[in-house]
């Protein structure tokens, strides 16, 4: 599979790899915000039922793992110059997008609340505030 492959600058990796330790920092970020309550699968005796995401990094990235293990992936294939990592790292994409509707669709049903935080913060990058005039 030799012509699936494609070279970068020497710049453009360095670049790739201060993106790879952000999202790596991200991952942790997302790792550490979690608490028994605040888990995609909650259960019914959670203390803090209405307690969301809203603290850390959770506050503005719903799916931060997803987010950083995604840009990982996608640097690291871009890095390596590989066609066909970057098409399994899409597959990967893909499939944290439909997880992450799956659990969200019970996160809703759980939290009352739920609905409004989706609208206010973005599912794997953060939402940007329109400027109103």
Known sequence: MEGFSFTIPRTI???????????????????????????????????????????????????PIYSGVFIVFLASSI????????????????SFYIKSRIEEERLVKEYSNYKHYKKKVGRFFPKFKKKSN
């Open 79 to 94: 890095i390596m110059g590989s066609g066909l990592n970057l098409v399994v790292t899409l597959m990967l994409g893909l």
């Open 13 to 63: 990796k360095f670049i790739l790899i201060a993106i790879i330790i952000i999202a790596a920092i991200i991952i942790l970020l997302g790792i550490f915000g979690l608490s028994k309550p605040n888990t995609s699968f909650p259960s019914n005796s959670s203390k803090n039922r209405e307690a969301l995401f809203n603290l850390g990094i959770y506050k503005y990235i719903r799916n």
